[in-house]
């Protein structure tokens, strides 16, 4: 697992999301309430909007300008318009830092 420095933590508090680039890579990275952090790709397989823009629901996130919702741990979508996942990255928090492995988590 090869780790890259994403964000401060601290820069994504509970139930909210922030979008970064790493090695030209567009990724959200999400908190959901209960303090977990995840990476997906940031574009919205349905519109190419910002998923980070989105409002994250338990363990999903919703695009904010159609409505389609992605599970934030399989990257699958929950709700139409999009049909297609987006990718999901392993990621880890260590000593107030969010790392991102760029090699997508496997498909579930």
Same mark, same amino acid.
């Given at each position: 697992m090869s780790l890259h420095e994403a964000c401060k933590a601290s820069a994504v508090p509970a139930g909210e999301a922030l979008r970064v680039v790493i090695d030209e890579r567009e990724i959200c990275i999400a908190r959901t309430e209960d303090g977990t952090v995840h990476a997906i790709d940031d574009l919205c397989t349905h519109g190419e909007v910002s998923l980070a823009e989105g409002e994250?629901?338990?363990? @999903?996130?919703?695009?904010?300008?159609?409505?389609?919702?992605? @599970?934030? /741990?399989?990257?699958? *979508?929950? /709700?139409? *318009? %999009?049909?297609? *996942?987006?990718?999901?990255? *392993?990621?880890?928090?260590?000593?107030? &830092? &969010?790392? &991102?492995?760029? /090699?997508? %988590?496997? %498909?579930?």
């Open positions: 994250i629901m338990d363990c @999903s996130i919703e695009c904010w300008l159609h409505g389609s919702a992605f @599970s934030l /741990t399989t990257g699958q *979508p929950l /709700t139409p *318009p %999009a049909f297609e *996942p987006v990718a999901v990255y *392993p990621c880890e928090e260590r000593d107030g &830092v &969010v790392y &991102v492995d760029l /090699t997508p %988590a496997a %498909a579930n």
